[in-house]
């Protein structure tokens, strides 16, 4: 049973550019949840997703950021017109029932 | 706003010494999770608490959960050079929010 899967692992934009985040939650999972971790902080919640419905978005910026879990395909983050500020790891979770989460690897984002 | 505070934040101990670390909040959170991180990776889950009072043990490390569910410690016995890394506890249904509340961590560096 793969884990939780991320891509890119590392991904470079300029600024004012779109960012698109993957995660493919593990096999049976339909609870998904994203999570941002800056340099010297620790992991803030983001958004949590069951399929084709945002649960809690209390954690997302109100502007430029947007999640997705389709019913068919993988969770999609995405990030508009992105800023330095916007450089950190994004770690998306998946759960079966909604309490313990198992982590993907990351995508590391790199804003010039 | 719901914290959680790690301690110590950083902690280098000789091959073999037992350590405690701590993870500290003002709430109740439903379940309280510990996860393990290396440097460019996801977070790896090592236990899950739910029970005021309770205990798990895995394999060298103990871990506790408070009995008022507010707070929880790990405890690793003849610590080894394998178990260094950033440890991480976080929190479940403890507000408003579906996500995880995380500590900032302990660093964690074992020296042979």
């Known amino acids: 049973n793969a884990g939780v899967m991320q891509n890119p692992r590392h991904l470079v934009r300029r600024r004012g550019q779109e960012a698109r985040l993957r995660c493919s939650p593990m096999k049976g999972h339909s609870h998904v949840y994203w999570y941002r971790q800056l340099p010297e902080e620790g992991l803030k919640f983001m958004v949590y997703l069951q399929k084709e419905n945002i649960i809690d978005e209390s954690g997302m910026p109100k502007e430029r950021f947007s999640a997705e879990f389709p019913k068919e395909g993988p969770s999609i983050l995405r990030i508009q017109q992105v800023v330095r500020g916007d450089s950190a790891a994004y770690f998306c979770?998946?759960?079966?029932?909604?309490?313990?989460?198992?982590f993907g690897p990351g995508t590391r984002l790199t804003v010039l | 706003t719901q914290l959680l505070e790690q301690s110590p934040q950083f902690l280098s101990i000789q091959e073999g010494e037992n350590l405690t670390v701590y993870c500290n909040s003002s709430s109740v959170f439903s379940s309280l999770q510990w996860y393990r991180q290396e440097p460019g990776e996801g977070p790896v889950l090592l236990v899950t608490v739910v029970t005021g009072g309770e205990v798990k043990k895995l394999k060298r490390l103990t871990f506790q959960f408070g009995d008022a569910r507010k707070d929880s410690s790990l405890h690793i016995t003849a610590a080894q050079p394998g178990d260094t890394g950033l440890y991480l506890c976080?929190?479940?249904?403890?507000?408003?929010?579906?996500?995880?509340?995380f500590g900032k961590g302990t660093h964690l560096i074992i020296q042979p």
């Open positions: 976080a929190g479940a249904g403890g507000g408003g929010a579906d996500g995880l509340t």
């Open positions: 979770a998946s759960s079966p029932m909604g309490r313990e989460q198992f």
